[in-house]
């Protein structure tokens, strides 16, 4: 069964940085395209940012720029560089694994506010 466990999230200042990591386990992590997704009060879960197995990537028109997603097979880790953080990035981040079925992680929180 795959297991994702997010880490790397807290409160930070408009314009700082934050890196969340998820560490995968269960399965063979490199067939598996990974995603970061997020939800804030109240708003529906949306797709931040997704690296496919052959490492493709692609990201929300909102944090083009500004976010990186990348993964390390040999460690079965996906992470997620968010750099300029604005208060509307506040929100609880999730990591995803697809391949067949859909797994999520507990989520994290980001906070971003001064």
């Known amino acids: 069964q795959v297991q994702l466990v997010e880490s790397g999230g807290g409160l930070v200042q408009p314009g700082g940085s934050l890196r969340l990591s998820c560490a995968f386990s269960?399965?063979?992590?490199?067939?598996?395209?990974m995603g970061w997704y997020r939800q804030a009060p109240g708003k529906q879960r949306e797709l931040v940012a997704r690296i496919r197995s052959s490492g493709i990537t692609n990201y929300a028109d909102s944090v083009k720029g500004r976010f990186t997603i990348s993964r390390d097979n040999g460690k079965n880790a996906l992470y997620l560089q968010m750099n300029s953080l604005k208060p509307e990035d506040t929100a609880v981040y999730y990591c995803n694994a697809l391949w067949g079925n859909n797994y999520w992680g507990q989520g994290t929180q980001v906070t971003v506010s001064s």
């Open positions: 269960g399965s063979s992590f490199s067939i598996y395209d």
